[in-house]
């Protein structure tokens, strides 16, 4: 199975900043993209950023500017910088994958992390 790991959540004032890493491991054959979903108190998930293997990024436009999504293939990880916070930036952050378990896999297949607690004071 694959295995999704985040790190880097926490409390932090309006206008800093703090990194989200996502770590990807277990049965994986290749992955295509990875990236961040949000899910603020009481609202719907949101997709925040993505990022291809190839290196193609695209961003939801409430954080364009504020944030920046890398990654590392090697690593099967993904990071995302986030600067400038709002408060309405406070969110669970869930990571996602679309891998292949082998390579006889035909389809990607979406895979989720547990979670990280994003809080933006103000």
């Known amino acids: 199975q694959v295995q999704l790991v985040e790190s880097g959540g926490g409390l932090v004032q309006s206008g800093g900043s703090l990194r989200l890493s996502c770590a990807a491991s277990?049965?994986?054959?290749?992955?295509?993209?990875m990236g961040w979903y949000r899910q603020p108190p009481g609202n719907q998930r949101e997709l925040v950023a993505s990022i291809t293997s190839g290196g193609s990024t695209d961003y939801a436009d409430s954080v364009k500017g504020r944030f920046t999504i890398s990654r590392d293939n090697a690593k099967n990880t993904v990071y995302l910088q986030m600067n400038s916070l709002k408060p309405e930036d406070t969110a669970v952050y869930l990571c996602?994958?679309?891998?292949?378990?082998?390579?006889?896999?035909?389809?990607?297949?979406?895979?989720w992390g547990q979670g990280t607690q994003v809080t933006v004071s103000s």
């Open positions: 996602f994958c679309y891998a292949m378990a082998d390579s006889r896999s035909r389809y990607f297949e979406k895979h």
């Open positions: 277990g049965s994986i054959f290749t992955i295509n993209a």
